[in-house]
């Protein structure tokens, strides 16, 4: 009953639309599903370190000096910025602009280094679902059905993006998706600015 409860609680913070869903969705449509888990596993292995370390704690830390969290916000959105003007500058499918690679397992932890919501979302959920006395194997547990819901989630956002892909094969096609892709992680970074 604990985990069902823990996946409830999850459920409309891991699918609705944010920072990780939103590039996740952007990156299936530029580049299909098979080139994200390079990304998704830098991604989710961040995930479970940094939600695991805010299980042992590091939420007292972040506490004690609020500014912390507005500037890894900022640097997110700066982040989350860069990512967008590589989509607007790339070209045909399968190119990212100047670097001319794909993204890799740096750009998805560094993609949730610097999610600040991501650090607020898992210090509600500790202190919802892990009791003061709670030891080290129900942080654990916590955390790993955490990463694992992220996971199913985003590989779903992902999938989305990949059908979309398939729908712009054309030059000015994906020059189009290229650009809205691009607006899109746009707003999300500015999102992350003004909240």
Same mark, same amino acid.
């Given at each position: 009953m604990f985990t069902l409860t823990l996946i409830a609680f999850l459920l409309p913070l891991a699918w609705s639309p944010g920072p990780g869903n939103m590039v996740f969705a952007a990156l299936g449509a530029r580049e299909g599903l098979a080139a994200s888990w390079p990304m998704s596993? @830098?991604?989710? !292995? /961040?995930?479970?370190? !940094?939600? #695991?370390?805010?299980?042992?704690?590091? /939420?007292?830390?972040?506490q004690a000096a609020p500014g912390l969290m507005r500037l890894i916000s900022l640097i997110g959105a700066g982040y989350v910025l860069w990512l967008a003007w590589r989509f607007w500058q790339a070209g045909r499918l399968g190119e990212m602009g100047e670097t001319n690679g794909k993204t890799g397992i740096g750009d998805g932890a560094a993609l949730l280094i610097f999610n600040a919501k991501a650090y607020v979302i898992i210090a509600a959920m500790f202190s919802q679902f892990l009791p003061a006395d709670a030891g080290w194997r129900l942080v654990l547990w916590v955390t790993t059905v955490f990463t694992l819901h992220n996971l199913l989630a985003f590989t779903?956002?992902?999938? #989305? @993006?990949? !059908?979309?892909? &398939? &729908?712009? &094969?054309?030059? %000015? *096609? #994906? %020059?189009?998706?290229?650009?809205? *892709? /691009?607006?899109?992680? #746009?707003?999300? /970074?500015?999102?992350m600015v003004l909240r």
């Open positions: 596993l @830098g991604y989710h !292995v /961040a995930t479970w370190l !940094v939600t #695991a370390t805010i299980g042992f704690g590091f /939420a007292t830390i972040t779903c956002w992902t999938w #989305a @993006g990949d !059908v979309m892909l &398939r &729908r712009y &094969r054309n030059p %000015r *096609s #994906a %020059r189009l998706l290229n650009h809205g *892709s /691009a607006l899109m992680l #746009a707003g999300v /970074a500015i999102w």
